[in-house]
């Protein structure tokens, strides 16, 4: 039965895929195609960095309302971005070599987000505590990104001003092959510790029982998510909810917490809605809206309702 | 067998443990009584490497709890800590399933399966099998709980209050199913009660804890006396004993 459902999420996510590259396919052919795939590659990317980085947030903090992004780990990519421009002068940043930069980006996002977050997730957390936590994280982090912002000489500012939106319309296909091998590696490592995440759900102390050291793991875990949000965030900026939305999509369409399906049926879900949406967005609708607003804005009621709803714990 | 070596345990400047030295040959029933804040939870959690060891040593056969590697040790001893909450949306069978974690990986075979029908078996668990963990009762959570702790199939087994929320029959049961793994395969059984009488019943040797040391060490029946009892709980009771057995009469 689940398998039926991950075979039906897998084919909706290919559909999305073939009518994303085929639809309105006109004048040269090649040409077209082969942006289209560059853009197909990278949304993929980013539906299941996405995806597969909240799911694994969630079943660590315990807590099915988190994301990374709640928690502004979005934010924090951006703050680092931010910093080296900062140290590095503009001229500096935009010598660097793309993929060289990426690299430095994500490594520095990994050790903010381990400084800052391993302490809160030694242990977990009650959910009120944990939730505020996070927002107050996210505005701290924000707020730290605007401070620097506003010190930095302006056309600095502009250098790193453009990654600040989310824009599905305007991927970063220069990092794309660099980050499709983040991707894919963070991706194999999160599907071969699919049974550890399944032991760390149940909590610090069953885990630690059944042989899951609690601090090693969770470490080893929030890297792997900090190394997804930098390569999601890289190509099309800071996306709030909708990692919230796919996760809970999975989650109501597989009814499992086991990762061994969750996994796989939240990135297809990830694809699903970001290439399918992009495909609507782009020829039913003629671009009349950006696709990220409406993310944003269907993501934000899932969230409000599983707040309301209280999310079955 | 477990030792358990000038123990000494301090929450934050509050010291829960002082000098606890006690050793649990292999094979067997202990029970740990005494009364609330006595510290018998945290010697558990510590002899099961929940919590960072700060003062003393542990071994349970012959391996260090604090140097040796989470994995082995898994498969050596299994706790079942007081008000585990199961936060994730699983059925009973995935969760005893769980147990058999630290042998596969999460990869079950043919015997795994075979331990965790058994274990389900054993706790009359096979009409619940396949509901959500969410839409049992207290008592029910439990007996799954305990029945996961079985099927880790280790040598030790620290159970900390697991009689919460059953009501007598599976209290009894969950006695004497201890009991029978204990005589039956060997095992050592370390279980924090708080119902006295369930020790005197099923246990080979009582071991009460006050004020973070171990007070008393005995048969139950050097144990349960009226003397003993009034130095461990502060009030006297009367001790009858039935069938062989002493049993407090702390309701009098």
């Known amino acids: ?313 | 067998m477990i030792r358990i070596e000038n123990v000494s345990f301090k929450h934050r400047t509050t010291p829960i443990l002082t000098d606890v030295s006690l050793t649990i040959p292999k094979g067997g029933v202990v029970a740990l009584i005494g009364p609330n804040g006595a510290g018998k939870s945290s010697l558990l959690s510590l002899v099961a490497r929940l919590q960072p060891l700060q003062a003393g040593a542990i071994d349970i056969d012959g391996l260090p709890v604090d140097t040796t590697p989470g994995r082995e040790l898994a498969r050596v001893v299994a706790i079942l800590r007081q008000d585990t909450t199961v936060a994730s949306r699983l059925k009973v069978r995935e969760l005893v399933g769980f147990g058999r974690f630290p042998h596969g990986r999460g990869r079950l075979i043919e015997a795994d399966h075979a331990i965790i029908d058994a274990a389900i078996a054993q706790f009359d668990l096979a009409d619940l099998a396949d509901r959500f963990i969410e839409t049992l009762s207290g008592g029910q959570r439990q007996r799954a709980l305990v029945a996961m702790a079985f099927a880790q199939g280790t040598d030790y087994l620290l159970l900390d209050e697991p009689l919460n929320n059953l009501d007598m029959y599976y209290a009894r049961e969950l006695m004497r199913s201890l009991r029978s793994v204990a005589d039956g395969k060997g095992k050592t059984v370390v279980i924090v009660l708080h119902d006295i009488n369930q020790a005197s019943a099923h246990a080979d040797r009582i071991v009460a804890m006050k004020g973070g040391r171990v007070v008393a060490d005995g048969t139950p029946a050097e144990i349960l006396t009226p003397e003993t009892l009034e130095a461990v709980f502060g009030f006297r009771m009367r001790v009858e004993t039935i069938a062989d057995k002493p049993f407090v009469l702390h309701q009098l």
């Open chain 1, 1 to 313: 039965m689940r398998d039926r459902r991950l075979l039906g999420l897998a084919a909706a996510a290919l559909a999305a895929a073939v009518a994303f590259l085929a639809i309105g396919l006109k004048g040269n052919i090649a040409f077209v195609l082969e942006l289209r795939l560059l853009k197909l590659a990278a949304l993929v990317q980013v539906g299941v960095a996405i995806a597969i980085s909240t799911v694994i947030f969630q079943t660590v903090t315990g807590n099915r309302i988190l994301t990374p992004s709640i928690m502004g780990l979005d934010a924090l990519y951006l703050f680092g971005q931010m910093l080296m421009v900062f140290l590095l002068g503009g001229v500096g940043y935009v010598a660097l070599d793309p993929q060289l930069k990426f690299g430095l980006e994500v490594l520095v996002l990994m050790a903010l987000a381990s400084a800052l977050l391993l302490p809160m997730l030694k242990s977990r957390l009650d959910m009120g505590l944990m939730l505020l936590a996070g927002v107050v994280f996210g505005v701290l982090f924000r707020s730290l990104h605007s401070l620097l912002a506003r010190l930095i000489d302006p056309n600095e500012f502009s250098v790193v001003q453009s990654a600040s939106f989310a824009n599905f319309n305007a991927v970063r296909t220069d990092l794309l092959v660099f980050a499709a091998i983040v991707t894919v590696i963070a991706a194999v490592i999160a599907w071969r510790a699919r049974h550890v995440l399944d032991v760390v759900s149940l909590g610090p102390d069953t885990a630690t029982g059944l042989g899951v050291g609690w601090a090693g793991t969770v470490t080893g875990l929030l890297l792997l998510v900090s190394a997804l949000v930098a390569v999601s965030t890289a190509l099309v900026g800071p996306v709030a909810f909708f990692g919230l939305l796919v996760a809970a999509l999975a989650e109501r369409i597989v009814d499992t917490r086991r990762h061994g399906v969750l996994l796989p049926a939240a990135a297809l879900a990830g694809i699903v809605v970001l290439v399918g949406g992009q495909t609507l967005f782009q020829h039913a609708l003629g671009n009349a809206t950006a696709l990220g607003v409406v993310i944003e804005f269907v993501g934000g009621l899932v969230f409000l309702l599983l707040l309301v709803l209280g999310s079955r714990k």
